[in-house]
C-alpha cells in the first residue's frame, strides 16, 4: 500500500517522517556529505591539546536504518565545538570522528530515547576509536550507521596533544559542482616563435582566452594541447605549459625535429578563494631552449585546444 498522505496535501493531514525524509534525499539527489567545501572541517586545537575542533557547517545524512529506502536527514552545526579524543598509550591508535544521527523512532534503530523528545539532541559528532589506519569512511566499519565521516586521527604512542598533522581529512561534498568549457583557436596566418630563448612566453599568440573563474571553484583541471604546430630550420627541445591569471600548471617536456608536433600539457590546480569569481587570461606557455637551433611556427594548419573544467571539493584551510 502507498503511504497514504504524500507531500503535501491541505487540510490538516498528517504527513510520515518517512515522506519528509523522501523530501531531503531528492533534494540531495540520494548522496550524503558536506554541503559547502569548508563545511563541518576538523582541525587543531590552536594551542594543541586532547581535542579537536569542528568548524561549524551543514550535512546531509542517509538513513541507513532499515528499510529506510530514499531517505535522507538534514543537519547543520551552526557554531564551533570541541570534541575530546583520549590519549594514546605505549601503541598508536586511529580514531574516526563521525556526524552520525542516532534517533530511537526509525524503524530498526536501537538508540536511546532522550530526555526531551522536541529537542533531542538527534545528532552527534562520535569518535569512533581504535580503526585500521586506513579507515577513510564510516561504512567501512560501521555500514549500518546513519553518518558521515569528517576525518581520520592518526595518534602516535604516549600522545595526549593532536597537532593537525594527525589529522587526515575524509569529507566529501553532497553535491559537488562542475563545469566544462573547450575552447578553441586556429591562426589565420603564420605566427612565428617570437620569444627569447630559456625565457617563458605567451605562445601563440592566438592560444588565448578570457575566463571567469566560477565563485564555488576549488580546483581546475586543464589540458592545453597546441596540435599541429610546425618545426622549422631543425629539431627543437623545450617545455610547454599553461597559466589562469597567476595560477601556472604544470610544464610538459617536448623535443621533435619533425615536420609537426603536437604540444600538450595537463594539471589539476587549486583556486585560491581570492581568485575565486574573477576573470582572468588562460594562456598557453611555450619555452624553447637555446642549444637547439630549431623554432616554432603556427599557421593555418594549427590548432589550440583548452578544456578546462572547473570543480568543487572540500577545502582544508590552513590552522
Not at 8 to 27: D, K, P, Q
Not at 62 to 76: F, K, V
Amino acid at each position: 500500500m502507498w503511504d497514504s498522505v504524500p507531500w503535501f496535501v491541505e487540510g490538516g493531514a498528517e504527513h510520515s517522517s518517512e515522506v519528509t525524509r523522501l523530501m531531503s534525499y531528492a533534494a540531495f539527489g540520494g548522496s550524503q556529505g558536506i554541503v559547502g567545501p569548508q563545511d563541518l572541517q576538523v582541525r587543531s586545537l590552536i594551542a594543541p591539546a586532547a581535542a579537536v575542533q569542528i568548524a561549524p557547517g551543514a550535512c546531509a545524512l542517509l538513513n541507513r536504518a532499515a528499510g529506510a529506502s530514499y531517505q535522507a536527514y538534514a543537519a547543520r552545526l551552526p557554531a564551533t565545538h570541541e570534541v575530546p579524543i583520549a590519549a594514546t598509550g605505549q601503541a598508536a591508535r586511529s580514531d574516526l570522528i563521525v556526524a552520525r544521527v542516532e534517533n530511537p523512532y526509525s524503524y530498526g534503530e536501537t538508540w536511546p530515547l532522550p530526555a526531551d523528545p522536541k529537542v533531542g539532541p538527534f545528532i552527534f559528532t562520535r569518535v569512533i576509536s581504535g580503526v585500521p589506519n586506513t579507515t577513510t569512511d564510516v561504512r567501512q566499519i560501521r555500514p549500518n550507521d546513519s553518518a558521515i565521516t569528517l576525518a581520520r586521527v592518526d595518534i602516535p604512542a604516549n600522545t595526549a596533544a593532536i597537532t593537525q598533522s594527525m589529522i587526515t581529512d575524509c569529507r566529501s561534498l553532497v553535491q559537488p559542482r562542475t563545469v566544462r568549457s573547450i575552447y578553441t583557436a586556429s591562426p589565420t596566418s603564420d605566427q612565428n616563435w617570437a620569444g627569447d630563448r630559456n625565457n617563458w612566453i605567451q605562445w601563440p599568440p592566438v592560444a588565448r582566452w578570457q575566463v571567469t573563474v566560477p565563485q564555488w571553484a576549488t580546483k581546475a583541471r586543464v589540458i592545453m594541447n597546441i596540435a599541429g604546430t610546425q618545426v622549422i630550420d631543425g629539431s627543437v627541445w623545450g617545455s610547454c605549459g599553461f597559466r589562469i591569471g597567476p595560477m601556472s600548471g604544470q610544464s610538459v617536456v617536448f623535443e621533435s625535429s619533425t615536420a609537426r608536433i603536437n604540444m600538450i600539457s595537463a594539471d589539476t590546480i587549486d583556486i585560491p578563494w581570492i581568485f575565486r569569481g574573477n576573470s582572468f587570461w588562460l594562456e598557453a606557455m611555450i619555452q624553447l631552449d637555446a642549444r637547439n637551433p630549431g623554432w616554432l611556427q603556427a599557421d593555418v594548419a594549427t590548432t589550440a585546444i583548452a578544456d578546462v573544467e572547473w570543480s568543487q571539493a572540500p577545502e582544508v584551510t590552513p590552522r
